[in-house]
Nanobody, 127 residues
Framework: QVQLVESGGGLVQAGGSLRLSCAAS????????MGWFRQAPGKERDFVATITWSSSRTNYADSVKGRFTISRDNAKNTVYLQMNNLKPEDTAVYYC????????????????????WGQGTQVTVSS
């Protein structure tokens, strides 16, 4: 079982930056693909970014390409989402997720692909 805890959310003005962190409880995290998703009120949970276990590949939603960067530090059991040039439409609860498939180098973009989820962290971007 992997427990995930997000942090780093908050209120920021448009054009600002935030860095989200997701700390995992188990060393097996280091072998799992990881993803970030977000969910705005009344909307479905949407894919934001994903990264392979070795950081060899990343993938982003079109809406965040060039502004967000996903990374991970396996020595710290942590995955990050650096968010720059934030826009009001980025306002949502952000969730990190882990897929229980060690050493996979595939890209996973659907919520159903993932097995473990954090509790979420709120990001609010004011205009």
């Amino acid at each position: 079982q992997v427990q995930l805890v997000e942090s780093g959310g908050g209120l920021v003005q448009a054009g600002g930056s935030l860095r989200l962190s997701c700390a995992a409880s188990a060393r097996t995290f280091t072998t799992y693909p990881m993803g970030w998703f977000r969910q705005a009120p009344g909307k479905e949970r949407d894919f934001v970014a994903t990264i392979t276990w070795s950081s060899s590949r990343t993938n982003y939603a079109d809406s965040v390409k060039g502004r967000f960067t996903i990374s991970r530090d396996n020595a710290k059991n942590t995955v990050y989402l650096q968010m720059n040039n934030l826009k009001p439409e980025d306002t949502a609860v952000y969730y990190c997720a882990a897929k229980r498939w060690s050493f996979s180098n595939l890209m996973y973009t659907a919520p159903d692909d993932y097995d473990y989820w954090g509790q979420g962290t709120q990001v609010t971007v004011s205009s």
